[in-house]
């Protein structure tokens, strides 16, 4: 079973939002995979370096498309942005290192740090952009 | 030999930089805004001279009359405007000629940057047109003697049906209404040197057209000061009738005059003409050729227009998806425009070498040092460091010599520009322990070879310019020295420094993550991501 499930509810009504989320989702739920084979280190390591670089390209296009159509919650969303971008980098040296680890938790963390996003900003972002 | 010249030239410059540098600190030397500052006196002279054209009248008896008034029944206003019109023209010769000397020193002007510099070359005989007919309108001895030397110099040419000298050979053929030709000829030429000004900067994105404020504040008060200590006057009434013997000539404006006599027309010609177009064929005399420029890998390109937003000579541009996904841009680099300078890559958030998924492309990236070199070259230049006191330096080919730091316990990388550095590289080597503090050398502040590179980079370190450098990384284990080519010594004794900081922190240990940054007020971006047609 999926991590995450794509939900219509997510959409924010802008193609290319979409478009990355739905990737995006792909993505955590492949590492989620992974994460559960047997002996898959290094696979892990590699998908969450993946999720890193195209959360943070995500990122910078909506807030990019945020600038562009004067998002009034602007400053809000960029600072969670930064908060995300760093929870993963936490997560990445969490598992790096192998100080408290463990796949349940890092799967948890995943779908928590993710779906977090969703709930609150995008949300939002998708009744402001209408 | 134009590279011994060019050494010289560093070294003359380099000893001057240094003294201002010294006094008033890199960030407002006026050396490294000379540009800009041509084009804040270009506003003092159109300022000033808005004011003298309010009393100046447009004859021959009234414009001496009405200057000597200016100059003297008001000289708290309109003598301080005249002297402000003149003696920020001289400035503007000054900067502009120190601002030519300066990027050839430089090897600012080869490449892709031949258009700025060809265009500069141009916009010299608008300044100088624009400033010689100033002089004329005053109409005293040394007017009289700029007329007739300059129509001489012009009848030289076979353009004119009979000389125009002729007009200035006696007071009856002068008359008033050649006065208006040369007022509408003095707001005229200035104009169109002012137009060629914005064509100059045009290929160049964020020109800075305005000096720092403090430097704006002190050549004013300079300016002020000197045109009330030593106001600009006239040297007698012209009189057609007799030959004028001794005039003192303005020598940022006039060097040429008295050659047109001693020589020959002709032969000023040649010099003029020849000397400009010496100057214009220069970034042929060679050519340079720039690496090759960045390339945009659109599997990885969602155009959020970063790269767009950092390039300082408007090389990358975007232009409407055209691979069938579905974002609205793409990034496109003008490979004409582009000196690979790499701060487009260091703007883009997916070049980062936390990736390892197969074969991990940024969305844009420099074929000459690729993003995925840099990080192998980390790996191989960190691996054989030992000690608590290991430093990561990046460097930049226009900063620093690198090579001179080779000692036990640094690591060097000399990237194209110090922009050209995505922030997460910084978090890669710190995080992963591949060094214990990581070191950015680079050009003089404020006078960065790539324009924007230090400051880029900067703003990127402080959370205020994408991409952020996480605020996880300790700020401790991070040094910069903008110190410049000449700098090698101030750095190596600023690593040394740091290395001794380093010992004392112990190694890195991964603390508390920070408190969340309040949603301070983001400075507003700039520069509007649009679609520009190229």
């Known amino acids: 079973m999926s991590l995450i499930e794509w939900d219509e509810k997510y959409s924010v009504g802008v193609a290319a939002v979409d478009h990355e989320h739905r990737e995006l989702i792909g993505l955590v739920n492949e590492a989620h995979e992974r994460l559960m084979r047997p002996g898959a280190v290094e696979a892990v390591m590699d998908f969450l370096g993946e999720i890193f670089a195209r959360i943070s390209a995500h990122f910078a296009l909506e807030e990019q498309i945020m600038r562009a159509r004067n998002y009034d919650r602007y400053d809000e969303h960029k600072t969670d942005h930064e908060r995300l971008l760093?929870?993963?980098?936490?997560?990445?040296?969490?598992?790096?290192?192998?100080?408290?680890?463990?796949?349940?938790?890092?799967?948890?963390?995943l779908k928590t740090w993710f779906a977090g996003h969703f709930r609150s900003h995008d949300a939002r972002l998708h009744r402001n952009l209408d | 030999m134009i590279e011994t010249i060019q050494r010289a030239g560093r070294r003359a410059f380099s000893l001057i930089e240094h003294a201002f540098d010294?006094?008033?600190?890199?960030?407002?030397?006026?050396?490294?805004?000379?540009?800009?500052?041509?084009?804040?006196?270009?506003?003092?002279?159109?300022?000033?001279?808005?004011?003298?054209?309010?009393f100046f009248e447009t004859s021959i008896d009234g414009a001496y009359r009405s200057v000597e008034y200016l100059t003297h029944a008001q000289?708290?206003?309109?003598g301080v405007a005249r002297s402000l019109h003149r003696y920020a023209s001289d400035a503007m010769v000054i900067s502009v000629l120190l601002h030519?000397?300066?990027?050839?020193?430089?090897?600012?002007?080869?490449?892709?940057?031949w258009y700025a510099w060809l265009t500069g070359v141009i916009l010299l005989w608008f300044l100088y047109a624009s400033g010689i007919g100033g002089y004329w309108l005053v109409w005293d001895r040394l007017a009289q003697y700029i007329a007739l030397v300059t129509s001489e110099w012009l009848d030289w040419l076979p353009i004119f049906a009979e000389p125009i000298a002729?007009?200035?050979?006696?007071?009856?053929?002068?008359?008033?209404?050649?006065?208006?030709?040369?007022?509408?000829?003095?707001?005229?030429?200035p104009l169109f040197l002012l137009l060629g000004m914005w064509i100059h900067i045009l290929r160049i994105s964020r020109a800075k057209t305005n000096p720092p404020r403090l430097i704006m504040?002190?050549?004013?008060?300079?300016?002020?000061?000197?045109?009330?200590?030593?106001?600009?006057?006239?040297?007698?009434?012209?009189?057609?009738?007799?030959?004028?013997?001794?005039?003192?000539?303005?020598?940022?404006?006039?060097?040429?005059?008295?050659?047109?006599?001693?020589?020959?027309?002709?032969?000023?010609?040649?010099?003029?003409?020849?000397?400009?177009?010496?100057?214009?064929?220069?970034?042929?005399?060679?050519?340079?050729?720039?690496?090759?420029?960045?390339?945009?890998?659109?599997?990885?390109?969602?155009?959020?227009?970063?790269?767009?937003?950092?390039?300082?000579?408007?090389a990358v541009i975007l232009q409407p998806r055209r691979d069938g996904l579905p974002f609205e841009s793409q990034a496109v680099v003008e490979p004409d425009l582009c000196t690979a300078c790499g701060i487009c890559v260091g703007a883009c958030p997916t070049a980062t070498p936390f990736r390892r998924v197969s074969d991990p492309v940024p969305g844009i990236d420099m074929p000459s040092l690729t993003t995925r070199d840099i990080r192998a070259r980390i790996l191989a230049a960190t691996a054989s460091l030992t000690g608590k006191d290991r430093v990561m330096v990046f460097g930049c080919r226009s900063g620093p010599d690198l090579a001179s730091l080779r000692e036990p316990g640094i690591a060097t990388l000399a990237l194209p520009c110090?922009?050209?550095?995505?922030?997460?590289?910084?978090?890669?080597?710190?995080?992963?322990?591949?060094?214990?503090?990581?070191?950015?050398?680079?050009?003089?502040?404020?006078?960065?070879?790539?324009?924007?590179?230090?400051?880029?980079?900067?703003?990127?370190?402080?959370?205020?310019?994408?991409?952020?450098l996480r605020r996880r990384v300790p700020r401790?284990?991070?040094?910069?020295?903008?110190?410049?080519?000449?700098?090698?010594?101030?750095?190596?004794?600023?690593?040394?420094?740091?290395?001794?900081?380093?010992?004392?922190?112990?190694?890195?240990?991964?603390?508390?993550?920070?408190?969340?940054?309040?949603?301070?007020?983001?400075?507003?971006?700039?520069?509007?991501?649009?679609?520009?047609?190229?």
């Open chain 1, 86 to 109: 760093d929870e993963i980098r936490d997560m990445m040296d969490d598992y790096e290192d192998g100080e408290l680890f463990s796949e349940a938790l890092l799967a948890q963390q």
């Open chain 2, 217 to 314: 504040i002190g050549t004013s008060l300079a300016l002020a000061a000197l045109s009330l200590v030593y106001p600009a006057l006239s040297q007698g009434p012209a009189d057609l009738d007799t030959l004028v013997s001794r005039v003192q000539p303005d020598w940022f404006y006039l060097a040429m005059y008295p050659l047109i006599d001693l020589w020959s027309p002709g032969a000023v010609w040649a010099l003029a003409g020849g000397g400009t177009l010496l100057l214009m064929l220069l970034p042929w005399l060679p050519r340079r050729r720039e690496e090759p420029a960045a390339v945009v890998d659109l599997a990885n390109c969602n155009g959020c227009g970063r790269c767009f937003a950092d390039c300082p000579y408007s």
């Open chain 2, 418 to 468: 110090v922009g050209a550095l995505p922030p997460s590289f910084i978090d890669f080597v710190i995080s992963r322990r591949h060094a214990d503090g990581v070191l950015l050398a680079g050009c003089v502040a404020g006078d960065c070879y790539q324009r924007l590179g230090v400051e880029w980079t900067e703003q990127r370190l402080a959370g205020q310019r994408d991409p952020y």
């Open chain 2, 100 to 113: 030519l000397a300066r990027e050839f020193v430089l090897d600012r002007y080869r490449g892709v940057r």
């Open chain 2, 166 to 189: 002729r007009n200035f050979l006696n007071s009856a053929s002068v008359n008033d209404r050649f006065f208006s030709l040369l007022v509408f000829m003095h707001i005229g030429i």
């Open chain 2, 75 to 78: 000289w708290y206003v309109g």
């Open chain 2, 22 to 54: 010294a006094a008033f600190g890199p960030r407002i030397n006026p050396l490294y805004h000379l540009g800009a500052l041509s084009f804040f006196f270009f506003w003092v002279v159109a300022a000033s001279g808005i004011y003298v054209y309010v």
């Open chain 2, 476 to 534: 401790e284990r991070l040094a910069t020295a903008w110190v410049g080519p000449s700098g090698a010594t101030t750095l190596a004794r600023e690593i040394a420094a740091f290395r001794a900081r380093l010992r004392a922190m112990g190694p890195y240990r991964r603390g508390p993550a920070p408190p969340p940054a309040a949603p301070a007020s983001h400075p507003p971006e700039d520069r509007d991501v649009s679609y520009r047609v190229g």
